[in-house]
């Protein structure tokens, strides 16, 4: 392999996981707490088609982004109340958001298929971007790729060193007891639905304005629901999730390094990996049980009575 | 404001009435979308509910479309009844479809009375080997079933267009990523003239009564509903939790693989690269509107079908997205979760709200 490729493949493997990297952070924060949302591809493709209809017509791509990521918290919301407020099965009511998100999006965006859009650009930043291996990787992207490293590493710091990180935690490990000490439990579920739901349909954003800047329907192709994979991939750890997130943007194009090898596969069997991987992955981390009883937030999935 | 109180003991007829008032929620909020597309709600929901079966082709692919959702959601019920969230019925109906189609095209020219016996089987086969392979994951691996479903969802539906573009294409096509058109022995019977609804639903409703017997009748039955409520329950009473875990998802994938290969034998007649507008994830809200009972899902597999017609029409007649089918199916299946809360608990509205004391 020469280093042109190597360049190429690391370059978009980054890319690739980005998406995937920005709904893993959000739903990590949100499971967390104690929910799962299982409404993560739903949320992902609201957000590409808000995000991609409001560039189109505004021309502004930041425009686009904040659309983006409103119509995930809206989405989010839709979900927080059936099983906040409501109590409603999370695993049903995530994938209602999902059926939801997925018929929605593509009514709403059924005009605008095939229209183009200019996306983002990538920024090459001097010096660093010309670091052999990963500096075209990490260093010749866009600014939500930019954006994505710093979300990581702030909420990296969020739950290493900071109340609030540790707020969400209590609430998502023993909801009775932070109840008990006096923590609003609710409403810190609400905010952490809410931020998945941000950073879903930012996601979404950056698939119809970044990565392929059109929008077609059921463009997300599955991802929301290999981001799912990912957060247990990552035992819930964020820096794991980034690991994770690359990883799987690399499987994602492993095709690319198959042409530049000149190796020739339908392109109906490569696109099979990612799914084929998130299995494997799936299969490697929950054989053993003790480990996901371990990180698993012990609430997670199971609504809070308050006890008065 | 409004308070909700929890109920003495859950209310025994909200569980029938709620899967109503849900449909009449998505009715109502129907009616407010179209007039805000600034269509005519009354003539829109007329256009939905009852143009689609107002003759005797639409009452037979009526017929034609709630045979597989049917097959899907009996599926499902019992897959859900044991607590195993089967999210795959969409790729386990890909996979009959396929591997029936793989046979059938070998015998193009046969007039063999085994050969629609034959398709059928393999489809069947496939679609529980598909389920199978997530039952081995949870039971062996333990990996969550919910994500093993949908990525084999995924892979069934990439295998697929791989061979219809591919090793199953019509020699003799001009190259259109079709197969070649099945023998009429490998079709199934129609059931009238001048309609498309054939053998399947007749397949379909047996298949109701045979899930019915399982679960209010068998033992077996009893111990995949004990499961799902109350797995410690289960294990105290010495069933084998794998076993029904595979049992749950092999009868669901079998189910779903029939659904499949009645379509391809069925209307369709032959591999094309859409054989399913969605039938296998519709039938996840037809069973929980089901309420998971076989008489359930048969009538709420009636109104899905009559919901894809709907979408149909309203393409037609007012120019709108098919995707409406899928967005009302989504609102269905969450104001069916928002109605089923009144099971357990009550509505109050208070006057104002309750002075606190600290």
């Known amino acids: ?308 | 404001m409004i308070k909700m109180e929890p109920r003495q003991e859950s209310s025994p007829w909200m569980p029938y009435v709620s899967p109503l008032l849900a449909g009449g929620l998505t009715l109502i909020t129907g009616a407010i979308l179209f007039a805000a597309l600034g269509q005519d709600p009354i003539f829109a929901l007329k256009t939905v509910l009852i143009t689609p079966i107002s003759d005797a082709y639409g009452v037979g692919e009526l017929f034609v479309k709630a045979g597989p959702i049917l097959l899907c959601a009996l599926g499902l019920s019992v897959a859900y009844r044991a607590n195993v969230w089967n999210i795959g019925a969409e790729g386990q109906l890909l996979m009959g479809g396929l591997a029936g189609s793989a046979l059938a095209v070998q015998f193009t020219e046969s007039e063999g009375l085994w050969l629609l016996p034959a398709v059928l089987f393999f489809g069947i086969v496939a679609g529980m080997l598909w389920a199978a392979l997530a039952a081995l994951l949870k039971t062996r691996f333990n990996t969550n079933e919910i994500l093993t479903t949908i990525m084999l969802n995924y892979i069934a539906f990439n295998l697929l267009q791989y061979c219809v573009h591919g090793p199953l294409k019509d020699p003799h096509g001009f190259n259109f990523p079709e197969s070649a058109m099945f023998a009429d022995a490998a079709r199934l019977p129609l059931l009238m003239e001048d309609a498309r609804v054939h053998l399947g639903i007749i397949l379909a409703l047996v298949s109701a009564v045979a899930v019915w017997v399982l679960l209010g009748k068998s033992f077996l039955g009893y111990q995949i509903q004990v499961l799902g409520r109350d797995s410690r329950a289960a294990k105290m009473a010495g069933f084998k939790e794998k076993r029904l875990v595979w049992l749950a998802l092999v009868l669901s994938g079998g189910l779903a693989g029939l659904a499949g290969v009645g379509e391809v034998a069925g209307p369709i007649g032959q591999l094309v690269p859409q054989i399913s507008p969605g039938y296998g994830y519709a039938a996840i809200i037809v069973a929980f509107l089901g309420r998971l009972h076989p008489v359930g899902v048969t009538l709420a597999s009636i109104l899905m079908a009559l919901l894809f017609m709907g979408g149909e029409m309203v393409q037609i007649e007012l120019n709108l997205p098919l995707a409406l089918v899928g967005m009302f199916q989504g609102m269905l299946l969450f104001y069916l979760l928002a109605c089923d809360v009144l099971i357990l608990y009550r509505i109050r509205w208070v006057s104002k709200p309750a002075v606190q004391t600290a």
């Open chain 1, 1 to 308: 392999m020469d280093i042109e490729l190597v360049n190429n493949v690391l370059q978009a493997a980054v890319r690739t996981g980005t998406p995937l990297l920005l709904v893993a952070l959000g739903e990590t924060v949100a499971e967390k707490s104690g929910v799962l949302n299982l409404g993560q591809e739903g949320m992902l493709l609201v957000g590409a088609v808000m995000g991609f209809i409001v560039t189109l017509t505004t021309g502004s791509l930041m425009l686009g982004f904040m659309a983006a990521m409103l119509a995930g918290v809206l989405m989010s919301m839709l979900f927080g109340v059936l099983v906040l407020k409501l109590n409603a099965n999370q695993y049903a009511t995530g994938l209602a958001l999902t059926i939801f998100g997925t018929g929605l999006s593509a009514f709403i965006g059924a005009g605008y298929v095939g229209q183009p859009v200019t996306g983002l650009e990538p920024i090459a930043i001097p010096l660093l971007s010309d670091i052999p291996i990963v500096g075209s990787a990490l260093f010749n992207q866009d600014l939500m790729v930019y954006l994505s490293f710093v979300a990581t590493a702030v909420l990296f710091w969020f739950f290493k060193s900071t109340r609030g990180g540790l707020i969400v935690k209590a609430v998502g490990e023993s909801p009775d007891s932070a109840n008990a000490i006096g923590l609003p439990v609710l409403p810190t579920r609400y905010l952490a639905v809410a931020f998945g739901g941000a950073m879903a349909g930012v996601a979404g954003g950056y698939l119809s304005l970044a990565y392929t800047p059109l929008w077609a329907e059921n463009m997300s192709a599955g991802r929301g629901w290999i981001a799912l994979a990912l957060v247990v991939f990552a035992s819930w750890r964020i820096e794991r999730v980034m690991l994770g997130a690359y990883l799987f943007g690399l499987a994602s194009i492993l095709h690319l390094v198959a042409q530049g090898l000149g190796f020739s596969f339908s392109p109906n069997l490569l696109a099979m990996l990612p799914y084929v991987a998130t299995i494997l992955v799936l299969v490697m981390l929950s054989s053993n049980p003790a480990r996901n009883k371990l990180y698993a937030p012990v609430s997670l999935g199971q609504p809070f009575f308050k006890s008065t």
